[in-house]
């Protein structure tokens, strides 16, 4: 067997602040040893996990990787909506009049990452 993708890990300023946003995005818990002040934090979402590691030079360029999220169980604007209010910002919005596209944010220290839109979004 070939090997798997263990854990997805975002360079950070802050881990467990930035862990404890992901945690919330993606409704996972942080591992149960994670405290403020570790220099990492592991958000236990299924699948792979989202591993966050504090380092000392701050995000300087555009990411070369993202995450594209889907909404499981909402429409694609109150995904939007829910993770602004989680300390988000938007940074460009792709979503068009016919209700395809996608919004483009950033996690509070900048990272870029999409909202597409759900399944039944797609097949409505």
């Not at 818990?29 to 220099?39: E, N, T």
């Amino acid at each position: 067997m070939a090997s798997l993708v263990r854990h997805l890990t975002i360079d950070c300023a802050d881990a467990y602040k930035l862990g404890t946003f992901w945690a919330a995005v993606l409704d996972s818990p942080l591992a149960d040893d994670d405290v403020p002040g570790d220099p990492e934090a592991l958000v236990t979402a299924p699948g792979v996990g989202v591993l966050f590691i504090q380092v000392p030079e701050p995000k300087t360029v555009k990411n070369r990787v993202h995450l594209d999220l889907q909404p499981q169980d909402r429409t694609r604007d109150e995904e939007v909506e829910r993770i602004l209010a989680l300390g988000a910002t938007l940074v460009t919005d792709h979503r068009k009049p016919d209700g395809t596209g996608w919004a483009l944010l950033a996690d509070p220290e900048g990272n870029e990452f999409c909202v597409e839109r759900s399944a039944a979004e797609r097949t409505g």
